[in-house]
């Protein structure tokens, strides 16, 4: 009998996952980067509240507004973050616990 | 991704606060100069107005265009031992009605709480979103 071979496509590595595929989108934007660049995002917002933060106590800028929008921001993200990072976590260890 | 796309909403918000900030201080100048007499540009006190207007794509909340002095006529009041007094013994007083001016501090401070409920609940619909991960 004739072993049958079927691309089922599956799980790609991560790495190169998107990047890797022939007609695919040919940018490098793989997973690393793209969280990479959402975690530099989180940090820049929470800079970005402590120098508000930093600047109403120094009496830079009398806008109290100002410094509720910037940490509500760095918080809702950072937030936001953690949930997905957790997420991740928790798929990673899934597949770890995964008999072979 | 880029979060002042994710935070429009809040942004929003915070314009609006910005310009109610600034037509609360100058209803607070308003009451502040109304018996004021001499100013460095001449004459009485000129009661000054917030013109708000929306940002240019509109969807982008609320900027003050400016504050303008208003254009009406100072209130002329008898009083000959004044010393900004006239010939007729007329003071030229800021138009200015302190009751009028309460009232726009109260809809300053209304409109303020407006934005700040907005800014709230959907700080709130976020974080019920977030949850949603868990």
Known sequence: ???????????????SGP????????????????LDG?????????????????DLAVGKSDSVHDVIVAVSEADLSFRLMMEVRNR????YKEIMRMQV | MTSDKMFRAMDISASGLRAEWVRMQVVANNVANAETTQTPEGGPYRRR????????????????????PSASAPRMVHNPGHPDANADGLVAM??????LEMVD?????RAYEANLAAMRKFRQICEEAIKLLR
């Open chain 2, 94 to 99: 800021p138009d200015i009605s302190v009751p």
């Open chain 2, 49 to 68: 107005q917030v013109l708000f207007s929306t940002v240019l794509d509109g969807l982008s909340g609320v900027t003050v265009r400016g504050v303008v």
């Open chain 2, 105 to 109: 501090m109260l809809t300053a401070g």
């Open chain 1, 19 to 34: 990047a890797a595929e022939p007609g695919g989108p040919a940018q490098g934007s793989n997973f690393r980067e793209m």
């Open chain 1, 38 to 54: 959402y975690l530099r995002e989180v940090n820049s917002l929470q800079t970005k509240a402590e120098m508000a933060v930093r």
């Open chain 1, 1 to 15: 009998m004739e072993p049958v071979s079927v691309n089922l496509g599956g799980v790609q590595p991560v790495g």
């Open chain 1, 88 to 91: 991740l976590l928790e798929a």
